[in-house]
């Protein structure tokens, strides 16, 4: 039809794609031999089934993630290639961008403010070197005040995996401390100390939280006020957290919080990242360990 219209109207190819309303790629593709599109069925049945695995979250993947989940099957195929199988066949993640809530626990110097040591260096080759925390909150039911949860994770910035969490009815000073004794428990010896850093909340300023670190020989470091790109990684975590399992609503505290530990699970064991080279973060960190052995 395409070679037919620019013969009646002697047009070039790039106007009538702009008139009809096709893409180049879409185009060539169309015009392909068939031996040529063909190719496709391996991957598209790969991507398929990727897509399965864990449909509640893998239906949710970009194809810069499947393209890496196709990769860590032997598949030889680029990001582009992926993008137009999956844009053929309406495959491509929609994201629910609502607004939500913003939990501040900052109330005002209440206790000792650390220096920050982070600085914004997130990327890290070590294993337990740095460790991030912060606290977000999550509704359900009619999302009132009263129909709150909140959540506090213990993330290795090394892999991005959440070494502990703790979820509550009160954002508490002991709350918060749980997730952060069970992380730095499980954290085997180094020749090098950890660093835990946070923000300025009222939790993280607490003598109890300070002591909990130096018994551990570990140190505190805190975001500047009302910086939260001090620590952007959690803030990134929670918004893709929210992004994935915050598209439904939840009628009751149980069906929450059963759905919250069901997404770290998956975060923790199968959610694949490209920075690590498409593995998941316990995934990486165990094979990172066998490496250095």
Known sequence: MIGELRQAFDKSLNFV??????????????????????LDTPVIQAIDEIRLTDPKYTKKYGYRRITDALH?????????????????????????????????????TVGRIA??????????????QKLVADVSEFRYGMMTQTERIYLEPVLDLFSGEVLAYNISDHPTVEFALKPLREALDQIPALPYRTTVHTDQGFQYQ?????????????FQSMSRKATCLDNAEMESFFSVMKAEMMDEHYDTKESLESAMREWIEFYNNRRIKSRLKGKSPIAYRQLALQEAA
């Open 206 to 218: 607490h003598r109890q939280w300070r002591k909990t670190l130096k018994e551990h020989h570990v």
């Open 72 to 108: 860590e099957q032997g598949f030889v195929v680029n990001h582009k290639r992926v993008l137009r199988i999956m844009k053929e066949h309406g495959w491509m993640a929609e994201y629910n961008n609502r607004g939500h809530r913003k939990y501040n626990s900052y109330h005002g």
């Open 115 to 128: 220096k920050n040591l982070i600085h914004r260096r997130f990327t890290t080759d070590r294993p337990y």
């Open 17 to 38: 794609l702009k008139v009809v309303g096709m893409s180049h790629s879409s185009y060539y593709y169309a015009v392909k031999p068939k031996e040529e599109k063909d």
